[in-house]
């Protein structure tokens, strides 16, 4: 069974950092490009970032609004990616999912993990 | 960027109705979308990519066509579980974007 559990949000000022994990299981983690979404409370779904996998390098994607704030890294040996946010604004405030997409392109998240919360305030 | 409006923003319907949601996207985007359905509190689950293909274990109720500009998800028979809120997915280039999503409820 396909498994993603995010972890690490909280609450953490303005101007803060902030490192959001996401573990995963039940398929060849390696191989698939791992997106993040968030969703502010109330509003709708936001695309955050993408990193690709071994094959494509480990080259990364992102959404205007955390470019050079945010980072993705990954590692294969412990299944796990990870959400760097640094300079952290209030508008970051919201749910942070992790998805996993094929390297086709044809298949984009496709399986979702429970979403973890990020609060950014003072 | 390339933008995605959907329609209409929410609707009422009662169990059986057939329902309908349109996907705009501002520039041709081929057949790179997807429909995920979002209960509150809980993650989106995705119900069709590639525009029309059904992702596995969802119900034949829900079918996704179109192409270039213009898609539509389309419940046959609405059924309890269904009210939620739908959103598309285009992911043609980046940044991917997300419709505003519509809301389903009950009538």
């Known amino acids: 069974e396909v498994q993603l559990v995010e972890s690490g949000g909280g609450l953490v000022q303005p101007g803060g950092s902030l490192r959001l994990s996401c573990a995963a299981s039940g398929f060849t983690f390696s191989d698939y490009y791992l997106d993040w979404v968030r969703q502010a409370p109330g509003k709708g779904l936001e695309w955050v970032g993408r990193?690709?996998?071994?094959?494509?390098?480990?080259?990364?994607e992102y959404a205007a609004s955390v470019k050079g704030r945010f980072t993705l890294s990954r590692d294969d040996s412990k299944n796990s990616v990870y959400l760097q946010m640094n300079s952290l604004k209030t508008e970051d405030t919201a749910v942070y999912y992790c998805t996993r997409s094929t390297s086709s392109g044809i298949s984009v998240a496709d399986y979702w993990g429970q979403g973890t919360l990020v609060t950014v305030s003072s | 960027d390339i933008q995605m409006t959907q329609a209409p923003s929410s609707l009422s319907a009662s169990v059986g109705d057939r329902v309908t949601i349109t996907c705009r996207a501002s520039q041709g985007i081929r057949n790179d979308l997807g429909w995920y359905q979002q209960k509150p509190g809980k993650a989106p689950k995705r119900l069709i990519y590639a525009a029309s293909s059904l992702q596995s274990g969802v119900p034949s109720r829900f079918s996704g066509s179109g192409s270039g500009t213009e898609f539509t998800l389309t419940i046959s028979s609405l059924q309890p579980e269904d009210f939620a809120t739908y959103y598309c997915l285009r992911h043609n280039t980046y940044p991917f974007t997300f419709g505003p999503g519509t809301k389903v409820d009950i009538k």
């Open positions: 990193i690709r996998n071994k094959a494509n390098s480990y080259t990364t």
